[in-house]
């Protein structure tokens, strides 16, 4: 008889999970509150608009394609990817915009063009982050902890010294290269976590060399093509969802998970995995403090928190020649847009922004002749800014459509809006329990990664294990599908110790 493993949450990290272990031999449960999966990955489809309304980035592909692959399936049946050249514009208040392309001849020539010693230092600071990366990839990203021992071992503090953590990215990045937009344009994605890039260990400058030596990629049909994709492979394996189920608890028994509580039954399973993020799980799920350990609500409340994202999703009944899939444009002082956000906790004075047009890979996300805008703003979390009633929404709706207006060449935007929607953190905190609608969950401190992150498997019972942003490895997709990964991993040393486990 199969052995039973219900996964809690069909976000991408519990798809994942729930892909490997169906895939492994056992009966997988897929639970999820909402109708449709996908946590955040999720979708809005209206009006003949389509608009994912979390991630929009595809990094390391291969991360996405590998749980196909490993499953015996092509993964271009599931989740057709197109390379995104010029990958990223970046617009700045005074200065010249900057176009970014993995093409490394058309890199250097923009790079030259502002001076040969910044060409240089650029590329001398992606040698020493490619590096550092290799070595967090071997040595950390791709491990998990149980003890101490784990990582408090000769060749893991080694390791740990070469990653040169100590400084913050943005201090990292400026020993480099000069020009004030070429620091901006390397810093700021440490935003993509939820961290401040005046603060966030430098090891987090491995996201722009990422970006730019692995390509952004585009998937047809937007970002929950995944979702989709990876729903169908689930089924066609023999899994069983539950959509629509809300789990209220997280059962044990004799310090062991014996499953969970939903729709006011017991529902019982050899083994656990928590795709819900892991502060939520822990006050909301295992509601006991003593089947907790130390993860009390002081210290659940101690913890360091991700910012929040403001986002907007805007049809538009007008096509905008030459646009950009992705662009970026900086607060005219991109220092204090981050105090506002991480210090000052207010709704930016002078926010930065980022701008998604999918329509210009695939103009199937909205009607023909159509645009399909959505505008992303770092904000803070709940517990530090939640002034997000429908006066305070109109008001920064406003103010953002100004500087659209003023900073982009979207200047008659609001003569074209014919479909908007938006999400405010405390949508991120009801609808997909995001603790403190913290979009990326734990913020990513020195003393909050690693083995100082929660860990895949609890340490304080046997047979439940945690994937998501706020576990081992972090946040972003494929780093939230290598938690999954690690999860999987965890469970199959515990069920199978004579096995080798590769994955």
């Not at 959505?374 to 904000?379: A, T």
Request: some cysteine.
């Amino acid at each position: 008889m199969k052995k039973k493993v219900i996964v809690v949450g069909a976000g991408v990290g519990g798809m994942t999970a729930a892909i490997q272990l169906q895939q492994q031999g056992y009966q997988v449960d897929l639970y999820d509150k909402n109708k449709k999966p996908g946590g955040k990955m999720n979708q809005i489809k209206e009006d003949g608009y389509t608009f994912d309304i979390g991630p929009t980035i595809v990094m390391m592909p291969e991360v996405y394609q590998d749980v196909f692959r490993q499953a015996g399936r092509n993964s271009d049946d599931y989740i057709p990817m197109t390379p995104i050249e010029p990958m990223l514009n970046l617009y700045f208040a005074k200065e010249e915009p900057l176009q970014f392309s993995s093409d490394l001849t058309k890199l250097t020539k923009t790079l030259e063009g502002i001076s040969e010693a910044d060409a240089q230092g650029y590329y001398k600071f992606l040698a020493d982050i490619y590096q550092r990366y290799l070595i967090a990839k071997d040595n950390f990203l791709s491990r998990s902890y149980r003890k101490p021992w784990d990582f408090y071992n000769p060749k893991s503090l080694m390791q740990g010294l070469r990653l040169k953590t100590f400084s913050n990215a943005y201090a990292s990045i400026s020993k480099y290269v000069k020009d004030e937009r070429l620091r901006k344009s390397l810093a700021f994605q440490t935003l993509y976590i939820g961290i401040s890039p005046y603060q966030g260990p430098s090891l987090y400058n491995i996201i722009p060399m990422i970006e730019l030596f692995y390509g952004v990629q585009f998937i047809k049909g937007g970002m929950y093509t995944l979702v989709n994709g990876m729903d169908r492979l689930f089924k066609e394996l023999g899994g069983t969802t539950h959509y629509g189920s809300e789990v209220s608890e997280i059962t044990f028994a004799d310090q062991q998970a014996t499953g969970i509580k939903v729709d006011g039954k017991q529902e019982t399973a050899d083994y656990v995995i928590c795709n819900a993020d892991f502060p939520y799980a822990m006050k909301n799920l295992i509601p006991n403090e003593k089947d907790r350990g130390k993860y009390t609500d002081k210290k659940i409340d101690k913890m360091e928190y991700s910012c929040s994202c403001f986002v907007m999703y805007l049809g538009l009944d007008k096509k905008y020649p030459d646009s950009a899939v992705h662009s970026i444009y900086f607060a005219d002082d991109f220092k204090k847009n981050i105090a506002d956000i991480f210090e000052n906790h207010i709704f930016p004075a002078d926010p930065s922004f980022y701008i998604y047009l999918p329509t210009v890979m695939d103009q199937s996300l909205a009607p023909e002749g159509h645009e399909g805008m959505y505008i992303l703003v770092p904000v803070p979390d709940t517990e530090n800014f939640n002034q997000w009633d429908a006066e305070d929404i109109a008001k920064y709706k406003a103010m953002i459509l100004d500087k659209i207006k003023t900073k982009t060449d979207f200047k008659d935007i609001e003569d074209h809006i014919v479909f908007e929607r938006e999400n405010t953190p405390r949508d991120f905190e009801t609808k997909y329990n995001a603790y403190r609608g913290a979009t990326f969950g734990l913020k990513p401190t020195l003393m909050q990664s690693n083995y100082y992150r929660p860990h895949n498997k609890f340490k304080y019972a046997e047979r439940l294990y945690f994937c998501g942003s706020s576990t081992h490895p972090g946040a972003g997709v494929p780093i939230v599908m290598q938690s999954a990964n690690l999860a999987v991993k965890e469970l199959l040393r515990d069920d199978q110790p004579n096995e080798t486990v590769t994955r």
